[in-house]
């Protein structure tokens, strides 16, 4: 009959993802008359824990480059924005133990601009980024133990009988009397 112990480790009690979509505006320095390109650089971001959510505050840089005076000149308007989440994470059939909580926040798919457009006078634009987050605590794993120990192998040395006898034959000398 096998008894039971109980381990403490660290493990993962929450996993999920999200998609986050975010439209905003800017203003730009003239007129823009044509939007030829937005990126999303710097993505800084931090996840905690606020009651039974998980926080995440973050911020990018919006880098939009636009033509403007009917085409004839560019100009890049950058903005930084700021967001704050809050998610909650769905929890695993385990139980943290001790109530101190590690949140890990990965980016799963970096914030990229999916629409821009020139309305009344300003830019708008639409950013979309996927997150994925993990609360990790202290549970408990209860495993069955097996009381018998393992039998040890005998290890013998592989021998290989046809050496052998041709060694015998060539190192016994037949007048070892003499």
Request: net charge negative; glycine share 6%; charged share 30%.
């Amino acid at each position: 009959m096998a008894s039971f112990k109980e381990i403490v480790t660290k493990a993962v009690i929450g996993k999920g993802k999200k998609t986050f979509t975010t439209t905003s505006s800017v203003v730009p320095n003239c007129e823009a008359t044509t939007i030829l390109g937005c990126w999303v650089i710097n993505h800084n971001f931090k996840g905690y824990k606020s009651g039974d959510d998980v926080t995440i505050e973050g911020s990018y840089d919006i880098n939009i480059w636009y033509s403007c005076q009917n085409d004839t000149k560019t100009e890049v308007v950058n903005k930084t924005d700021t967001y704050k989440e809050v998610v909650k994470v769905p929890r695993k059939n385990t139980t943290n133990i001790s109530g101190e909580e590690e949140i890990i926040v990965r980016s799963l798919k970096q914030p990229s601009c999916t629409k821009v457009e020139i309305v009344d006078g300003k830019i708008n634009y639409t950013i979309e980024k996927e997150l994925g987050i993990e609360i990790v605590g202290d549970t408990k794993v209860k495993i069955a133990i097996d009381e018998n120990e393992d039998e040890w192998d005998l290890i013998e040395d592989e021998v290989n009988t046809e050496e052998v006898k041709k060694q015998i034959d060539e190192e016994v000398q037949e007048d070892f009397l003499n």
